[in-house]
């Protein structure tokens, strides 16, 4: 449902031994019309997207661990 997607992840150090990880992302979705059926919404790219993320976020704290 997207065209273009860009991403920044940083960690940095909490100051009590962890880690604080912070990714943001922003897209742009395929359909550029006003109303886009539902599975090329905003709505369903950023659910898709918050998944993707979450994986993520959790695959690297498994990794660091």
């Known amino acids: 449902p997207i065209t273009t997607h860009g991403l920044t992840i940083t960690i940095t150090d909490n100051g009590k031994g962890g880690s604080i990880l912070k990714w943001k ?13 539902h599975e090329l919404s905003d709505e369903y790219a950023t659910e898709k997207l918050t998944v ?14």
Do not use: D, H
């Open 25 to 37: 992302g922003a897209f742009y979705r395929s359909f550029q019309g006003p109303v886009p059926p």
């Open 52 to 65: 993707f993320y979450q994986t993520g976020m959790e695959n690297i704290k498994k990794l660091s661990e």
